[in-house]
């Protein structure tokens, strides 16, 4: 059965300390790994899509990078605007498109 | 250009009456999806419509469950009765054709089931 786990569950930062989130999956042929941002009360935003292992993406202070087995979103110099749980979901080649998602990591910055 | 809507954004009522949800997809989406999160866990998926046609229905808990998606521009998705484990936020989501392309979200419908 697909698997999606992410780690930590919550991590706390200061402003500036780097830092990388992990993404695991086991997906009977990977379509994309995609990474989403939610803020409270709100809907998943889409951060990026990783197709293929060894690609990597990058926005701002966020990098993201793919291998067979997991993914990394790395903050890099966080600002408290960055605070936010971070959600990684696959879909699967033999899906139509439905994404599985993980539990998502929970990270605060402060000041 | 104008995101997922989904109406109403908040939804309280008591076990056994009937809610329906509603989903605006972004203009020219042909994909919609439909998702759940209940308490504590991670966001599932329900189904997923092409145009006005359900392709992938197996994520739909039971049959107290009905979307619809009439002349492929908005859904529905009603609860008929609800129960108390029906209570969770509803996400829909809609991308573009072809392989590949992001889901795009709306803020859901926190649903609570009395």
């Known amino acids: 059965e697909d698997q999606v786990t992410q780690s930590p569950e919550a991590l706390r930062l200061q402003e500036g300390e780097s830092s990388s989130l992990n993404c695991s999956y086991t997906v009977s042929g990977l379509r994309g790994l995609f990474w989403y941002r939610q803020d409270p009360g709100k809907g998943p935003e889409f951060l990026f899509t990783?197709?293929?292992a060894g690609e990597e993406k990058e926005k701002e202070r966020l990098k993201a990078t793919l291998t067979k087995k997991e993914s990394f979103l790395h903050i890099t110099a966080p600002k408290p605007e960055d605070s936010a749980t971070y959600l990684c979901?696959?879909?699967?080649?033999?899906?139509?498109?439905?994404?599985?998602f993980g539990a998502g990591t929970q990270v605060v910055v402060t000041p | 250009e104008a995101g997922v809507t989904q109406f109403p954004s908040h939804s309280v009522i008591e076990k056994g009456q009937t809610v329906t949800l509603r989903c605006d997809p972004i203009?020219?989406?042909?994909?919609l999806y439909w998702y759940r999160r209940v308490m504590g866990k991670e966001i599932k998926f329900l189904l997923h419509f092409v145009k006005e046609s359900k392709q992938d229905e197996s994520g739909m808990p039971n049959n107290r469950f009905l979307a619809e998606r009439t002349g492929g521009t908005y859904s529905t998705l009603k609860v008929q009765p609800a129960e108390l484990e029906d209570s969770g936020v509803y996400f829909c989501?809609?991308?573009?054709?072809?392989?590949?392309?992001?889901?795009?979200f709306g803020d859901g419908t926190r649903l609570s089931i009395l």
């Open positions: 989501a809609s991308s573009q054709s072809g392989g590949h392309q992001p889901q795009h």
């Open positions: 979901a696959v879909q699967a080649a033999n899906s139509w498109g439905k994404l599985q």
């Open positions: 990783l197709y293929s």
């Open positions: 203009s020219g989406h042909d994909n």
